[in-house]
């Protein structure tokens, strides 16, 4: 696999070897020695979760706070999503920074999301699946979320002038100022 920083140093970009050929493709989507060797720490994934949403669902900021933080290796193995990771750590340089990456099938990309990172993706294809390798388990009474569209975050979300699809959990997430985030 090809682990690519990006300007989020916590947050990775991961290219899988991909092996194809006229049949079609085989690749290691998941190798727990190779992963934990790349990011230099051990991470034990507790929970997958899959998701299909339609062209415009945004599902997103969200994140679980301490004691229950997760990390989560993302990826779409249908359509394309535009995925995106901000920093909520209060004490980080790049407190309310975000990074965005495409998320398709086509290029088989995965994006590691820390704990301490919101995570967020819109769907830009006709539709999407979308996979989540948790390192800890959802708890809802440590669920945190971010307005997707909060100004001091200015995510640039390519939505080329359609109006997102929400949740009502997503319409009514504070913005960064008023969030609650990691120390």
Aim: glycine share 8%; net charge negative; hydrophobic share 40%.
């Amino acid at each position: 696999m090809n682990v690519i920083p990006t300007a989020l140093p916590e947050v990775l970009l991961i290219e899988p070897k991909v092996f194809g050929d006229a049949r079609g493709f085989f690749m290691e989507s998941w190798n727990e020695e190779r992963f934990n060797k790349a990011l230099g720490y051990d991470v034990h994934f507790v929970q997958d979760n899959h998701s299909r949403s339609s062209r415009g669902v945004l599902r997103g900021l969200h994140y679980q706070l301490h004691p229950h933080a997760q990390g989560k290796l993302v990826r779409c193995v249908a359509g394309a999503v535009f995925d995106v990771a901000v920093d909520m750590r209060r004490s980080s340089p790049n407190f309310g920074r975000w990074v965005g990456f495409e998320l398709s099938a086509e290029n088989q990309r995965q994006l590691w999301i820390p704990p301490g990172f919101a995570h967020g993706f819109v769907v830009v294809s006709e539709s999407a699946d979308f996979l989540y390798k948790t390192s800890g388990r959802y708890a809802p009474e440590f669920e945190g979320a971010v307005r997707w569209d909060d100004p001091s975050i200015a995510v640039a979300w390519p939505l080329d002038g359609i109006t997102p699809q929400l949740s009502g959990k997503d319409i009514a997430a504070p913005c960064l100022s008023e969030a609650k985030t990691f120390d």
